[in-house]
């Protein structure tokens, strides 16, 4: 057996800071009670981040849609720690097997069991009669374990990461999460979308065949890009820069349904396009789906 020596301290606390942040996202799911009806809960007023005291008050704990959106950002929290572990440890020139299995381990909990967590939660209208849903989360949660263990075998030091085999569980748990937070604008007091409970009870009931279809999706072998090093790594052209600032401006103007948005396409995109280049383009492909 090989003892350690030595961690990489900063490293290793971004790490685990991924991992607090994934721990607290069930805390809070789980104040959270089963649905006795399936009633969309009750509306909730507006954040205002003017006021600090305000805010913690508005932050009801026994508030259901507020918990559902304190657990979905404290999933989206947990990935920016977790892209910013790995970049610390490269510019620190720290990088270990320790560091990429404790990452590993700490994204089975954030991005694995957090978001499946989360996915019972904000879905009374489907949890209220289909016990179905625990079954689609337990399934969430293996996938992305799967998902990690296989990333960690087949992945040479030397890869550039601009491209994963399957749909990377950041993404997916992204994906899910940005529900949580679509939830609180569209059950909120003044919501000024007309069709804000049809929207509401339609996403409930599709939500957990769209959280299949990504678990399906993060074990299989489809290509999916590293969007944050391809759209933001090495030298790009001003209009490149032009064009990011633009998106960011459309994406806070809608930010509460934004989220979610962003996140479908990032799951479905790469998908479409593989299935257009085979059964259309009728482009070869020598790796199997799974």
Excluded at 44 to 71: C, E, G, W, Y
Excluded at 134 to 160: G, K
Excluded at 277 to 286: D, G, N, Q
């Amino acid at each position: 057996m090989n003892r350690i020596r030595t961690v990489a301290v900063f490293p290793t606390v971004f790490t685990l800071a991924n991992l607090v942040c994934g721990f607290f996202a069930i805390v809070v799911a789980a104040r959270v009670d089963r649905p006795t009806s399936t009633d969309i809960p009750a509306e909730v007023d507006k954040i205002s981040f003017v006021n600090p005291t305000r805010v913690m008050r508005q932050l009801d704990p026994a508030n259901d849609t507020h918990n559902i959106m304190l657990s979905g950002w404290l999933i989206f929290l947990a990935m920016i720690f977790d892209a910013l572990d790995g970049q610390v440890a490269r510019l620190a020139r720290s990088t270990s097997d320790f560091g990429a299995q404790l990452d590993s381990l700490c994204d089975v909990v954030s991005f694995g069991v957090a978001p499946g967590f989360l996915l019972v939660k904000m879905c009374p209208a489907f949890a209220y009669s289909h016990d179905t849903i625990w079954l689609i989360a337990a399934a969430f949660a293996a996938c992305a374990a799967l998902r990690l263990a296989r990333f960690n075998v087949e992945t040479a030091t030397e890869d550039d990461h601009m491209q994963f085999q399957g749909l990377p569980s950041p993404a997916a748990a992204a994906a899910i999460a940005g529900f949580g937070i679509m939830f609180y604008e569209l059950r909120r007091d003044g919501t000024l979308f007309v069709y804000h409970e049809e929207l509401d009870h339609a996403v409930q009931m599709g939500l957990p065949f769209f959280a299949l279809l990504t678990a399906l999706l993060m074990v299989s072998r489809i290509p999916y890009p590293h969007v944050v090093n391809q759209v933001f790594r090495g030298q790009r052209s001003f209009g490149h820069v032009v064009l990011l600032v633009f998106a960011f401006v459309a994406i806070m103007s809608i930010r509460w349904y934004s989220v979610p948005v962003i996140g479908c396409f990032l799951v479905l995109y790469s998908p479409l396009r593989y299935a257009w280049e085979r059964l259309f383009l009728k482009r070869p492909s020598h790796d199997p789906i799974f």
